[in-house]
């Protein structure tokens, strides 16, 4: 089904003139194409039918339907033109996802007047359709999925805006590059963790207790606080923002280390590491990240959790083509 | 796609009210068993649709199909022709309705629905039927919206119709157009007709056919004259079958001969170059030639009526041996066809053929012995032939007199008319003529066709059934075929004033044909009525249905020369008006949403004239990227002014993004000043 690599590029080559990448890209004349569906050409036969009908039979009445059903087809073009043209497409932004997991590119349409836009798909290549209707609001965002594989920027290349409203005889369609793009975590694979090292120098160290929750005691609130921790009952009751105690909570510093999984190639190891983070970002864990010629310092809390998932994921591969 | 596509239910609902509405437009065409099965199959797809029922297994598929099947060759006994076909083909569209499992199945059963509809015009071309098929494709065109609708909102049920209808509605302009312009080919090839009784004169007279028409109310065809003004009512013979062969009772037309002067037809007024004297070139016409249209309703025979010495260049339209315009095809629809004629004419004046004087002289043996002695009588009695027609219409003046319902005739008809009875209607008296001018040695024919015609307020012709009318032509030596009218002798007043005046005082009202405001005709207000809906029918068979023959005068009119480059131009020229006008309508939230404010059409022409020094703006800059740009290029040293044109960039970025509109003089100041 693929067309010959040489067509495919002259084809890319023919869009990127045609259509230059852009965050925010106004759809008109020059960005659209139309071309009769299926459906439409079966309209087109029933016309050339009817037609052949009128003429064998010199029927006039028969004659002037198939004038009006030509005359409807253009009427289509002009209206499934007209539902998409003026829209203005903008990539938003992308969560970050582990490889694997199914990515969610988040579009907005816009259009500045007040006409209704109704069944508008969008898709990456073969990735799963999305619709979208602009019927009231003058924006509506969409979540275009893409199935990922491998960690690093993802790139999904040209979305596909379609629509074949109102009749269905006709496909409005173009293939527009919104720069989108995402970044994929390394997939989290368990095991075989050698111990990290618990990080040594810091002061106020304590013995950790594996695996134990038991409650402390309450603390006056400090920002920096894990929300799970505050007690919620006191508050209610007025008497001040504390915080619960637990003697395992207080810091805990590891290192996750590039050379604590010997024998393994670089994305497995990734990939374990990946899995610690996963595993320790919701406990209240300090944790740091280093790698050959990468180092992140200790830290907690949601920032840290994404500076290290980041690291994990660019780890070797030229980040600077990810920056817009 | 999902294994089992639900149609929306706005799409189903606009189906099956196109479907319904066009087998009850079919219905007429469709046997009433199909009616039924329709019903079943509606029931069934809406029980389906409330999730009650599920589609028809393959057994239940196959024995409807066997049943419709069974059905088709007990109604038809044949599966070929229109009503099968159309039977055929609304049946599979009620059974498509329980095959529904994807989209594209909703989109063939549209198209089945839209060929159904049209289907109605193939039958009749009526106004009513035109609209009434308008209405199934708005219909039809509902449920292909309704397909595609996603957007469930509300009043979403009749929104298709409401979009269809505007669809429709905006592409009537360019139908038009299409319609007009469009060159319209010759059929390609023959098609089934559908079965109807033939209507009108028959082509035999048999004693009782004219007064049965006579009695009818319906159109025969009308006649508009090129010039407006139609002849006299005692010229208007429309000639129509020539019946040659008697057998005592019935009068037949002749089998068509080819004889050595020339094929029996001549197509398309071409003029023969065969060798010898083509008997085309024994007609002579004189006086100014003049032409006319005749609109005729369907007959389902091939044969045309004209006034004498016709001359018609439509291709496929004939004239004969005997003077007259035939059809290559039975009539099944209104024809058209143009004529022109002459008030002058003579012809086969020079001499008759002996084979074809033999079969105009032709009289059966051992019938009307006593017309036949008398006739002998009266001949050697005269001396020329002309003295010896007077003889006899001069008796037909004296004791004949004209009826709609004359007694019955036995064996020696003629003879039984002729010295009994002397009552009787057109065709006793041409018949009776015809036997007495053959009988006494003078090459006569009876005519048939129609007399006479009622003048429309419109400057138009009306010929009725009633109309109908049988005359005689009789053969003179220098004279050729002469028309003599037997009736006029006895009733002068039937041919001068009309058969409808005629009829109108006598006590037999018109009881045949279907319902006809013709009745009604001495009620002034339904008279006028009934004149208007005529006009209006004309209007339409002249400008719709026979649109093909006023297509190229017009085009010349409007476009001086008729060439497929002038009619490409015109196409192109108005369609694109057409569509432009739909176009603005469409986008007109959009044009107005791009037009800009002036304070950006400054920051437009700012940053162009930038562009022209050389610092264009960037695909994509915004005005703090593009001026910080600027000064990090070191524009100020580089161009003069260019400290307005940072300063105005500045004050342009404060006044939109800043939300400082008091800057937008300063704007306007800085921005004017940089050149």
Redesign the interface.
């Known amino acids: 089904m693929t067309a010959p690599g040489f067509i495919r590029r002259h084809f890319a080559h023919w869009l990127n003139q045609r259509l230059?990448a852009?965050?925010?890209i106004r759809l008109n004349q020059q960005r659209l194409f139309i071309l009769p569906t299926?459906?439409g050409w079966?309209?087109l036969g029933?016309i050339a039918?009817?037609w052949?009908?009128a003429?064998?039979?010199?029927?006039?009445?028969?004659?002037?339907?198939a004038?009006?059903?030509?005359?409807?087809f253009?009427?289509?073009i002009?209206?499934s033109?007209?539902n998409l043209?003026?829209l203005e497409i903008s990539f938003v932004a992308a969560e970050p996802v582990f490889a694997g997991q199914r990515m969610l590119f988040r579009i907005a349409a816009c259009?500045?007047?007040?006409?209704q836009r109704?069944?508008i798909a969008f898709h990456f290549g073969r990735g799963d359709h999305q619709?979208l209707?602009l019927?009231d609001s003058k924006r509506q965002d969409v979540l275009v999925p893409l199935d990922t594989r491998d960690r690093g920027w993802l790139r999904p290349g040209r979305v596909t805006v379609e629509s074949?409203?109102?009749?269905?005889?006709l496909r409005v369609w173009t293939y527009l590059d919104l720069n989108c793009c995402g970044l994929v975590y390394p997939q989290p694979l368990s095991g075989s963790a050698v111990a990290s090292a618990p990080a040594t120098g810091a002061a106020g160290q304590k013995q950790a207790t594996v695996g134990s929750d038991d409650f402390a005691g309450f603390k006056k609130y400090q920002q920096g606080m894990p929300l799970q921790h505050l007690s919620w009952k006191h508050y209610a009751r007025e008497r001040g923002l504390l915080g619960k105690e637990y003697a395992d909570a207080i810091d805990e510093r590891l290192w996750l280390r590039w050379q604590d999984y010997p024998g393994l190639d670089r994305e497995a190891r990734l990939s374990r590491l990946c899995a610690r983070v996963v595993e320790l970002a919701p406990q209240q864990v300090e944790y740091g990240l280093q790698l050959p010629g990468v180092e992140v310092p200790l830290g907690r809390g949601d920032s840290q959790r994404q500076e290290v998932l980041r690291q994990l994921a660019l780890f070797e591969i030229d980040s600077h083509e990810g920056m817009i | 796609m999902t294994p089992q596509w639900q149609m929306p239910r706005s799409g189903l609902v606009w189906l099956l009210c196109a479907q319904a509405a066009i087998a009850v437009g079919l219905s007429a065409a469709l046997p009433v068993w199909i009616l039924l099965l329709l019903t079943v199959n509606f029931l069934w797809r809406l029980q389906v649709h409330r999730g009650l029922w599920r589609y028809p297994g393959r057994w239940a598929k196959v024995f409807l199909l066997l049943a419709t099947m069974a059905g088709m060759v007990v109604s038809f006994q044949r599966f070929t022709g229109l009503e099968p076909l159309t039977t055929l083909l609304v049946s599979a569209a009620g059974f498509k309705l329980l095959e529904m499992h994807h989209r594209r199945d909703g989109i063939k059963l549209v198209f089945v629905c839209y060929f159904t509809a049209v289907l109605q015009l193939l039958y009749e071309q009526t106004i009513a039927v035109a609209v009434y098929t308008l209405f199934c494709v708005l219909l039809v065109t509902a449920a292909l919206t309704g397909i595609y609708q996603r957007a469930e909102g509300r009043g979403s049920s009749w929104s298709p119709l409401q979009r269809s209808g505007a669809m429709l509605l905006q592409s009537l302009p360019l139908m038009l157009v299409l319609f007009l312009v469009l060159p319209r080919l010759p059929a390609f090839w023959g098609v089934p007709g559908q079965q109807q009784a033939s209507t009108g004169v028959s082509g035999e007279m048999s004693p009782g056919d004219f007064s049965r028409l006579g009695k009818n109310g319906d159109l025969a065809f009308r006649v508009a004259f090129d010039d407006g003004t139609p002849p006299p009512a005692q010229l208007l013979y429309w000639r129509g079958p020539i019946l040659t062969h008697f057998d005592g009772r019935r009068w037949s037309q002749m089998d068509p001969v080819n004889f050595r002067d020339g094929a029996h037809v001549i197509w398309g007024g071409n003029t023969s170059t065969q060798r010898g004297q083509h008997w085309q070139e024994r007609i002579e016409k004189s006086g100014q030639r003049r032409g006319y249209t005749l609109i005729m309703e369907p007959t389902q025979r091939p044969w045309l009526f004209a006034l004498p010495a016709p001359e018609s260049t439509d291709l496929d339209v004939g004239l004969t041996r005997e003077m007259r315009l035939v059809s290559e095809q039975p009539i099944s629809t209104k024809k058209h066809y143009s004529v022109s004629w002459w008030p002058q004419y003579r012809y086969f004046a020079d001499t008759l053929v002996p084979w074809q004087r033999r079969k105009v002289l032709e009289i059966p043996v051992g019938y009307n012995p006593k017309t036949r002695q008398r006739a002998r009588q009266w001949r050697t009695e005269t001396v020329t032939e002309e003295a010896y027609i007077q003889r006899v219409l001069q008796w037909f003046n004296q004791d004949f007199s004209y009826t709609l319902e004359p007694p019955l005739l036995g064996t020696h008809s003629v003879d039984e008319f002729l010295w009994q009875s002397q009552r009787g209607f057109c065709e006793h008296f041409a018949s009776s003529f015809v036997f007495l001018m053959r009988a006494g040695g003078v090459p006569a024919r009876v005519v048939t066709g129609y007399q006479g015609a009622e003048r429309h307020p419109d400057g138009y012709l009306l010929v009725h059934q009633y109309n109908a009318h049988a005359w005689a032509e009789v053969w003179m030596p220098a004279k050729g075929w002469v028309r003599v009218d037997p009736t006029a002798a006895v009733a002068p007043e039937r041919i001068e004033q009309g058969a409808e005046s005629f009829f109108s005082n006598s006590q037999s009202a018109l009881t045949e044909g279907g319902f006809s405001l013709s009745r009604f005709r001495h009620i002034d207000l339904l008279n006028q009525l009934r004149l208007q809906l005529d006009a209006l029918d004309y209007y339409w068979s002249t400008w719709v249905l026979g649109y093909q023959s006023q297509q190229k005068s017009l085009l010349q009119r409007w476009l001086g020369e008729v060439s497929w480059r002038s009619i490409g131009l015109l196409l192109l020229a108005t369609g694109a008006l057409v569509i432009g006008a739909v176009l603005l309508w469409l986008l007109r939230g959009s044009l107005q949403a791009r037009r800009r404010t002036p304070l950006q059409r400054l920051f437009e022409s700012l940053c162009s004239k930038l562009a022209k020094a050389g610092w264009p703006r960037h695909h994509g800059e915004g005005p703090r990227a593009y001026r910080q740009r600027l000064q990090a290029e070191r524009l100020t040293e580089k161009v003069a002014n260019g400290n307005n044109a940072l300063m105005a960039l500045t004050l342009y970025e404060q006044v939109c993004y800043g939300e400082q509109p008091q800057y937008t003089e300063a704007f306007y100041r800085e921005a004017k000043r940089f050149r």
Do not use: M, W
């Open positions: 230059p852009a965050r925010r299926k459906a079966g309209f029933l039918i009817l052949l009908l003429t064998n039979y010199e029927n006039s009445p028969i004659f002037a339907i004038c009006l059903l030509s005359s409807l253009i009427t289509a002009l209206h033109y007209a043209a003026g259009c500045a007047d007040k006409r109704q069944d619709v209707n019927l074949r409203y109102p009749v269905g005889l």
